[in-house]
């Protein structure tokens, strides 16, 4: 796969459980399939001119082979090309998308709040440099 191939998972680079995400996904990702790239950097605001940065860091956001995909389908798409025990939840792409978002958005609203908020994105380890995007 060339590089500017590989999926990007954009993500809330202030947002606590976001990044908890982007640990959990780089831990997983052995085969470094996956890109990262904050929603209020640079790679997202290039990407999505016809979305204001409020819309897009109140989302979570795959680009991959086959387009664009948001929240919920974003998140359970991840899980299946992370393979494992994670991707069983792709399972849950069977539940209507309206319930499966209404879920996502319940988690959204409040994930500052129960997993908090740094007032900057996140900074990438020396190692992990290469696979984000600013």
Known sequence: ????????????????????????????????????????????????????????????????EHGVHDRSTAALRVSRRLGGLASLLYALIIVPRPIRDWVYGL?????YKIWGRSDSCRIPTAEERPYFLP
Do not use: W, Y
Not at 107 to 111: E, G, I, K, L, P
């Open 107 to 111: 988690v959204a609203r409040h994930r």
């Open 1 to 64: 796969m060339d590089e500017n191939d590989r999926p990007v998972i954009f993500f809330d680079g202030h947002c606590g459980l976001c990044n908890r995400s982007v640990d959990a996904v780089l831990r997983r990702d052995k085969g470094h399939v996956f890109r990262f790239a904050p929603l209020q950097g640079e790679t997202a605001g290039a990407i999505f001119t016809d979305m204001t940065e409020e819309e897009r860091t109140n989302s979570f956001l795959l680009k991959d």
